[in-house]
Nanobody, 127 residues
Framework: QLQLVESGGGLVQPGGSLRLSCAASGFTLDHYVIGWFRQAPGKEREGVSCISTGNSISYYVDSLKGRVTISRDNAKNTVYLQMDTLKPEDTAVYYC????????????????????WGQGTQVSVSS
């Protein structure tokens, strides 16, 4: 059974950092495009970042650019999202998702392209 499990969320003060993890079971992550998405209360889900099978990287939220870094650890079958200088408006449930693409440098910020989703991890930024 293919499964994605996010972890690393929590409550952090403004200016703090978190590293989210997306661990896969039942399949090998390095064969998949991996995306991070977030959904704040009352808002639509939005793409945050993506890493392709060829490690091409994209960031989709202008307010997060320069504050987030996506990376893979194939040995651990895990993708990470490092988030720094967090702001209250970053509060949301963060999801990772996966799909297969034959193009090794292809990435996508569109949720509809992803077949597999984790359950999400809550990130709350508040003083």
């Amino acid at each position: 059974q293919l499964q994605l499990v996010e972890s690393g969320g929590g409550l952090v003060q403004p200016g703090g950092s978190l590293r989210l993890s997306c661990a896969a079971s039942g399949f090998t992550l390095d064969h998949y495009v991996i995306g991070w998405f977030r959904q704040a209360p009352g808002k639509e889900r939005e793409g945050v970042s993506c890493i392709s099978t060829g490690n091409s990287i994209s960031y989709y939220v202008d307010s997060l650019k320069g504050r987030v870094t996506i990376s893979r650890d194939n040995a651990k079958n895990t993708v990470y999202l490092q988030m720094d200088t967090l702001k209250p408006e970053d509060t949301a449930v963060y999801y990772c998702a996966a799909f297969r693409s034959p193009a090794i440098y292809y990435c996508s910020g569109y949720a509809s392209e992803y077949n597999y989703w984790g359950q999400g991890t809550q990130v709350s930024v508040s003083s």
